[in-house]
Nanobody
Framework: QVQLVESGGGLVQAGGSLRLSCAAS????????MGWFRQAPGKEREFAAA????????SYADFVKGRFTISRDNAKITFYLQMNSLKPEDTAVYYC?????????????????WGQGTQVTVSS
């Protein structure tokens, strides 16, 4: 069992930065790939970024490449999403998720455990 709690969301102006954190509990964290997803109002949840269990392999959606960086600290049982150059279209609820197995995935259904979400609002 893995429990996930996000933090770090908020209101920021376009061009600004935020760092989201996801604190995990559960003995499988260090062997699980982790992902960040987002859901804007009226839209489906979509993949943003994922990281392998080791932290050495990452995957990004095209719309965040070069702006967002995913990382993890297995000693702290936490992983992060550094978001730079934010745009109004990045406004959404951001969710962290954990999947069984070490390899990252862009597929929502591959993820078993989900956090409650944190709101990110980017003003123009």
């Amino acid at each position: 069992q893995v429990q996930l709690v996000e933090s770090g969301g908020g209101l920021v102006q376009a061009g600004g930065s935020l760092r989201l954190s996801c604190a995990a509990s559960g003995r499988t964290f260090s062997t699980s790939a982790m992902g960040w997803f987002r859901q804007a109002p009226g839209k489906e949840r979509e993949f943003a970024a994922a990281v392998s269990w080791s932290g050495k392999t990452t995957s990004y959606a095209d719309f965040v490449k070069g702006r967002f960086t995913i990382s993890r600290d297995n000693a702290k049982i936490t992983f992060y999403l550094q978001m730079n150059s934010l745009k109004p279209e990045d406004t959404a609820v951001y969710y962290c998720a954990a999947k069984t197995g070490p390899n990252p995935s862009m597929t929502i259904s591959d993820y078993t455990y989900w956090g409650q979400g944190t709101q990110v609002t980017v003003s123009s």
